[in-house]
């Protein structure tokens, strides 16, 4: 249900920088599964198959593309209980599986060193991602979780944490459908055992232990091509703090500026200006709640968020989530609400920086404050809290905000996947209301 991309790793955003402006390119669709199928068409080995795991899977596939026939919803039925898998997928002799609680120190410990040393980098090496052991907890533990969702791979022997995949549970509503999906993510293999083929396995055990749940659709996001996204996305950038991104080699100095003309560009006010504008407190999840309701109905696909699930994914942690809303000073009504995740960066091979500090763009609602002007006083607060870098998905309204408060595009995209579940023609990325971690 989790995607492996060029590293062995699926992750929910990326570890890349700002480049120059991206040539326009067709990305719906139609126009993917018509490059893959060019590509099988001209292979010298006409029995070539570019995602041979992926075939064999209840996704979409690039052939079924422009068959208007087939109708949204599950590609295939739920398997009886009974007949699910009870015992896990075989690994190689010298592994074996080990599910992971969270709630064991030690164990934390060990996931994050996998992951911060062989999990998602930028295509140049220069970045990799950086999920703090609290990111992890909040991440891995929404409410209803199931432990035996949290699947490691160790080493018989030495008994080191050498892969994982995890999912969370999820309500998601496509179209006018709320359905119970798993969201995959964190799927990572130690570099040194990539030729191992353990990431498939990996696949079909976290698939194997959610159909136990008689769950049978998932959400997942990958840097690469596979059959087949309902939407891409792409990652924009605002720089917080130039000097240093342009030190890191994240983002680069514009024809004809200058590095002191750079910082002026990207001064920010020393307070948010908006009247009202705090953070978002325990007493706010009701009202938080009815606004995110109202608001991601908008959306063909997101989630179906209830009071428990604000509390945990929105109200403020520090370092993890931070959100803010706007109180109006007469009423004291909640009208408009920004929230934005830490995710750092380790910065590879730099003698003067160990780490980018960037903060993500998380769900933002507008109804009386422009989201504009919302989404600059969420820069000012990210400013303040000495964030290097400010990223933004154009998924939801945000392409509304991206050029006019000095986004760049980045040089990635982020495509969207569900699995056992058919959203026919796909859908724009302004149709989007769901971001995966």
Avoid at 115 to 141: C, I, K, Q, T
Avoid at 173 to 194: G, P
Avoid at 247 to 269: A, E, H, I
């Amino acid at each position: 249900m989790a995607a492996p991309n060029n590293n062995d790793a699926a992750g929910g955003a990326s570890a890349s920088g700002t480049t120059s402006e991206p040539a326009q390119e067709d990305t719906s669709i139609e126009a993917l599964a018509r490059r893959v199928q060019e590509h099988m068409t001209l292979a010298s080995n006409p029995t070539a198959r570019r995602h041979k795991f992926w075939e064999t899977q209840p996704v979409g596939q690039f052939r079924d593309a422009a068959d208007h026939s087939l109708a949204d919803g599950a590609i295939e039925p739920p398997t009886p209980l009974s007949e699910v898998r009870a015992d896990p997928y075989p690994l190689p002799a010298a592994f074996e599986w080990y599910t992971c609680d969270l709630d064991d120190d030690a164990l934390l410990t060990d996931l994050y060193a996998l992951l911060a040393h062989n999990y998602v980098e930028d295509d140049e090496n220069m970045f990799r991602f950086n999920y703090s052991p609290a990111f992890l907890r909040w991440a891995l533990r929404p409410p209803s979780f199931f432990r035996a969702w949290h699947i490691g791979v160790r080493a018989k022997e030495s008994k080191k944490l050498v892969a994982f995949i995890s999912g969370v549970p999820a309500r998601i509503r496509a179209r006018d459908d709320v359905v119970r999906m798993a969201e995959i993510n964190f799927l990572c293999v130690h570099k040194k055992l990539r030729s191992k083929r353990l990431a498939p396995v990996l696949i079909r055990e976290v698939t194997r232990r959610v159909h136990q749940e008689n769950i049978w659709q998932a959400a997942y996001t990958a840097g690469v091509v596979l059959p087949t996204p309902i939407t891409t996305c792409r990652y924009w950038h605002r720089s917080l703090n130039p000097k240093k991104l342009i030190d890191v080699g994240f983002s680069r100095l514009g024809p004809r500026m200058t590095m002191s003309r750079t910082v002026r560009l990207y001064k920010l006010p020393d307070a948010p200006l908006t009247p009202g504008f705090r953070q978002m407190e325990l007493r706010d999840v009701a009202a938080v709640t009815r606004l995110l309701r109202a608001y991601l109905a908008k959306f063909v696909v997101a989630p179906d968020f209830d009071e428990m699930d604000v509390e945990h994914w929105l109200l403020p942690r520090e370092d993890v989530v931070d959100s803010y809303l706007v109180e109006s000073p007469e009423t004291h009504e909640v009208t408009d609400f920004c929230s934005f995740y830490t995710l750092p960066s380790s910065v590879l091979n730099n003698a003067n920086y160990a780490t980018l500090k960037a903060a993500y763009s998380y769900y933002n609602v507008a109804t009386k404050t422009p989201l504009q002007q919302l989404m600059n006083d969420a820069l000012i607060v990210a400013k303040q809290k000495n964030y290097d870098v400010f990223n933004a998905l154009d998924v939801m309204e945000n392409e509304s905000f991206l050029k006019e408060l000095k986004f760049g595009p980045g040089d990635g995209q982020l495509h969207y996947y569900l699995y056992n579940y058919r959203i026919r023609n796909g859908i724009k990325p302004s149709e989007l209301g769901l971001v995966l971690l």
